[in-house]
């Protein structure tokens, strides 16, 4: 995507050829700014303080985070070190993990002095695949919008509404769950895009409104609490968001805050897509609300907010009461049966076993 005219991917090797750039999220949408990783341990870190975030990008960062690893050290012991150090950083986000699986199966059968050169290879390939698929994904949730479209008159507006960031900065470059709005855009159907604020880290206050704006794509910020009241209003025609762990049978963990957002689009009858390429897909889980990890960040991340002040500078506000306490559950799990249907690189599916073994039966088979 482009941020004044110049067109990024969030993350790509730095001009030395061996070093990890990344746009440094904490930031936006104040200052863009970019950050190199040199090592592991510093591609850890930057998972672990959402430097880079959206399950996507975290798991094409901790591919190169073993990449960096391996120039150090490609040792079997290196190896093991390094997954389990990149595999600690977030715990809901299955991207991660399906990643690390996949540079353990590339790099463990090589000899140590093949590794380096393997691993940079098997990053960069994992990256270009996370473009294609999101890419794919975007061609099948514009089907949807065209249909609604299809439904209204002609230039009349079509509401969408979203839950955290799901869009480019979440992945390598398209986005999830704002693929298929980057793509009706620019296919002149007339979109506008309520953005769910997404307390307590402001994902989409910050960074999803940030990339609609770039883009050009109409939108209004809302807070946390108005999507209830829009969809009673009928101003919303359709909910769409990304995920960080869908199970084998369609229950789907993302951003804290989805869950509601769910329940009141099903009160009102309004279609909820959750957008999701086959890597977020954990096929050994069944039951979401049971299994899926939900990680628990920082109070302070409730008890203060960041912004920037009336006097341009960026800083952090306290917004609770002296003395009280927070409790920050990071994700929540949205059951199947509220979900209307995921929307893959494959396809659209039922949110089922079914739905999703019909769509992905290489896969599927034997989970
Ligand atoms: O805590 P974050 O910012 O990493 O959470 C991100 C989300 O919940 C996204 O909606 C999710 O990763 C889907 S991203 C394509």
């Not at 099903?266 to 954990?282: E, K, Q, W």
């Amino acid at each position: 995507m482009k941020i004044n005219g110049q067109a990024y991917r969030t993350i790509w090797l730095a001009q030395d050829g061996w070093r990890v750039a990344v746009i440094d999220q904490t930031k936006l949408p104040f200052r863009f700014e970019t950050v190199t990783l040199g090592s592991a341990e510093q591609a850890a870190e930057a998972i672990r303080s959402m430097v880079v975030r959206g399950a996507p990008l975290i798991g094409a960062t901790a591919a190169y985070g073993v990449a960096l690893a391996m120039r150090v050290d490609a040792s079997d012991g290196a190896l093991e070190a390094a997954l389990a150090l990149l595999g600690a950083t977030r715990p809901t986000a299955v991207n991660l993990h399906w990643a690390l699986a996949r540079m353990r199966d590339r790099l463990a059968p090589l000899a140590p002095e093949e590794r380096m050169a393997a691993a940079y290879e098997e990053a960069a390939a994992l990256c270009d695949e996370d473009v294609a698929l999101c890419r794919a994904i975007g061609e099948h949730g514009l089907g949807i919008i065209r249909e609604i479209a299809a439904g209204k008159q002609p230039g009349e507006r079509i509401n969408l509404l979203t839950h955290c960031n799901a869009g480019w900065l979440a992945t390598v470059d398209w986005g999830t769950a704002l693929a298929p709005i980057y793509l009706a855009h620019d296919a002149g159907i007339p979109i506008h895009v309520w953005v769910d604020e997404t307390r307590p880290r402001n994902q989409g206050a910050a960074l999803t409104a940030y990339e609609l704006g770039s883009h050009g794509v109409p939108h209004t910020v809302i807070s946390d609490n108005a999507g209830g009241h829009l969809m009673q209003r009928g101003e919303v025609d359709m909910v769409i968001v990304g995920t960080d762990r869908t199970t084998a049978t369609g229950d789907v963990a993302n951003k804290i805050g989805t869950y509601l957002k769910a329940l009141a689009a099903h009160d009102n009858g309004v279609p909820f897509y959750v957008a999701l390429p086959s890597p977020t897909i954990d096929w050994s889980l069944s039951d979401g609300l049971r299994e899926i990890p939900i990680e628990e960040r920082s109070a302070r991340e409730v008890t203060h907010l960041a912004g920037l002040s009336e006097d341009g500078e960026v800083g952090t506000f306290r917004i609770v009461a002296p003395g009280s306490g927070a409790a920050n559950p990071a994700f929540d799990v949205t059951p199947a049966r509220l979900v209307t249907g995921l929307i893959t690189e494959r396809g659209v599916a039922p949110a089922s076993s079914e739905g999703l073994a019909r769509l992905f039966p290489d896969l599927a088979r034997g989970a």
